[in-house]
Structure formats: C-alpha cells, structure tokens
C-alpha cells in the first residue's frame, strides 16, 4: 500500500498547480491532504471529484483557515470519521481517523505555535490529547500517524537549527514532545531509514528558500514499532512544486 500525505496549502491553488496530474502520476492507495483551507459549503459548490477515489473533508469552522481531508482508492475497505472529541481541536479541522483493516491511519494538521510563540499552549494541549488518544486507538490495532506536525525534532531536520532554537517548531517543548511520542512505542519512518539523510519537507516563502534549500523537515510519517517490518520505504518527494511542502510517502 502507497500512502501520501501533502500540506497542500489550500485545495484551490493546489488543483491550479497539478495535484490532479500529480495523482495521476503517483497513483496513491490513499493520499492525506493538510491545510486544505476551504470551507464545506464553498467545496460543495466546487463540485470537486477526483475520479478513482473517495474524498472525505473535514474542513475548518472558520473559512478559509486550517482543514484536513483523504482521498481512498475505490475498493478498499474502511471508515473514516472526523475529530477525536474536543471541539476546540475540531473545530479547525485538524485530525481525521481511517480505520483500515490492519491499523489506523491518522491524517493530522498539528497547529502551528506561532510568531512569539502565540499558540504554544494550545499546541501542547493539542499533542497530548491527541496521545492518549492514539494511545487508546492502539489497545486494538497499531496506528499511523501522518501529516504536518510542524515542528523539526532533531538539529539534522532543518538546514539553520542554530538560528531556530526557541522559534515556533524547534522550541524545546515541541520537540520534547516529538521525543515522548516515539518514547510511546512509535517509529520516524523517515529517519528509521535513512537516519543521516539531509532531506526538507518545507521552504519559506521568503528570500527564495527553497531554491537555496534552505529547509525545515515538519511532515512525517509516524508509525507503530509493530509495523516496522512492514515498511518498504518512506520518502520525500522535495521535487514536486504546488505547495510550501513537499509530498511525503510511505509504502508498507
């Protein structure tokens, strides 16, 4: 199984910079979509369809802000649902469940901590919530954990760490928080592979980051210590454009 996930920076500008040329080419079981940015009520009068899939939203409360959303393969077998209980987590679209035959996939938008680190706080209480209950989802099966979890945790995961020490997502805390989340029992996909490997997920827009590649490693693929036989390979696709983040992918 070929799973994507893409902070795609709005669905909108992301349909007008080849996403649906880009699924065409990659052809994933199923793709997670972060940061889709678009209301449910604006979406309905898109229309949109992709066609070979089906598309589950979850978008934000407030418009154009936040959201999340999956795209499934036809034919395979499972349930999605939205949110993990507090409404002021779900109420900006942040996380949704897909419970498939042989784990939980977990399409997550963490939040951002912010200039001046205005949401740190509520980042926090976001991450352990949402830790316990993965915690409870992995009493019956093992758990996938994907998404932009905006932050870097090691200094190997962003190209200026020196200078980002204590900025939004390389604060000690959100890192120590990256730490007890593979302490639990869990697996960086990315890293358990290729463990030197200077690879970026995310550029600024600012002062052409991302042709310098000037980079931050934010988007992941967290997986179960009991699927680690399982993996075949965890990648980043830093050459496909649409979005300030890279696709990232997992095949198990």
């Known amino acids: 199984m070929k799973i994507i996930s893409w902070n795609i920076n709005g669905i909108r500008a992301a349909l007008g910079k080849g996403l649906l040329e880009f699924l065409q080419q990659e052809k994933p079981d199923v793709i997670c ?81 912010n200039a001046e680190l205005g949401r740190l706080s509520y980042k926090l209480d976001f991450n352990n919530d949402l830790l316990l209950h993965i915690g409870e989802l992995e009493k019956k099966k093992p758990v996938i954990i994907t998404g932009d979890f905006n932050v870097a945790h090691q200094e190997l995961d962003l190209a200026r760490p020196k200078e980002n020490v204590g900025n939004a997502g390389f604060t000690a805390e959100e890192r120590d928080w990256f730490a007890k989340l593979l302490a639990a029992g869990y697996l960086d996909s990315f890293r358990l592979l290729e463990p030197k490997k200077v690879q970026y997920s995310w550029w600024s827009f600012r002062a052409g980051a991302r042709p310098r590649n000037v980079g931050w490693r934010i988007d992941y693929f967290v997986i179960s210590a009991k699927l680690r036989k399982k993996i075949k390979k965890a990648f980043i696709l830093d050459q496909v454009l649409g979005s300030d983040h890279a696709p990232v992918g997992l095949e198990i």
Not at 34 to 56: M, P, T, W
């Open 33 to 113: 979509f972060q940061e889709i940015k678009i209301s449910d009520e604006a979406r309905k009068k898109l229309g949109l369809e992709f066609a070979g899939y089906n598309a589950f939203w979850h978008g934000a409360k407030r418009p154009g802000y936040s959201g999340t959303a999956v795209l499934i393969k036809q034919g395979q077998e499972y349930e999605v649902s939205n949110g993990f209980g507090p409404s002021k987590y779900d109420d900006e679209g942040r996380v949704q469940v897909i419970d498939m035959p042989d784990f939980y996939l977990l399409n997550v938008y963490f939040p951002n901590a």
